[in-house]
């Protein structure tokens, strides 16, 4: 069958323009509004979702755009930005009145970042923040060479500042 085609290149060929109220692919469950792919889909030349929420993986989406349990990105990510730094795998443009970047967690004792360089002579750099049950004491900041298993920098919740030590004295 074609649609604004006399040639179609599929059992079922649209060539123009469509709109669709709701539709299933590869399954029987639909509802109005959506759409429904049971399998694998490719979509060429971009896909542009407007209102409500969107989901990859769920079907429950609680926020603009929902991807669970994980996601891949390939090349360079922009959040806030079209167009990516160049050299930055991830790019993140916060606008004034926000401070950028947030990682927040409740379940362990250190959190933090890390910064690994596998070139040659390269290092395993952490940068983290400890609560309680860190060997590190609860509160404090630190910088771990994770390379060499040693806590370089660490700050104390008094202020105290160590440099190669975790035993801090005022």
């Known amino acids: 069958i074609g649609v604004a085609t006399d040639s179609p290149a599929q059992p079922f ?19 109005a509004g959506g759409l429904f792919v049971k399998g694998s889909a ?3 030349d971009g ?13 429950s989406p609680s926020t ?8 891949y990105f390939g090349g360079q990510v922009g959040i806030n930005t079209n167009s990516p730094a160049s050299g930055f795998g991830l790019d ?13 967690t409740s379940a362990f004792a250190n959190t933090g970042i ?11 750099w952490r ?7 860190s060997a590190l004491g609860g509160g404090s900041y630190g910088i771990y060479d994770s390379t060499a298993g040693i806590v ?18 005022n």
């Open 64 to 71: 603009g755009f929902s991807v669970s349990p994980t996601a």
């Open 127 to 133: 940068i983290f923040s400890a609560a309680d049950g």
């Open 42 to 44: 490719d979509i060429y």
């Open 92 to 104: 993140i443009r916060a606008p004034a009145d926000l401070a950028g970047l947030r990682i927040h």
């Open 152 to 169: 370089r920098h660490i700050i104390d919740t008094n202020g105290n500042f160590g440099i190669g030590s975790t035993t801090l004295a």
């Open 13 to 31: 060929s649209v060539d123009s323009n469509a709109f669709i109220n709701a539709l299933g692919v590869g399954t029987a469950t639909t509802s």
């Open 114 to 124: 890390a910064l690994v360089n596998f070139g040659t002579n390269g290092k395993d």
């Open 47 to 59: 896909l542009i979702v407007r209102g409500g929420d969107t989901g990859i993986g769920t079907t």
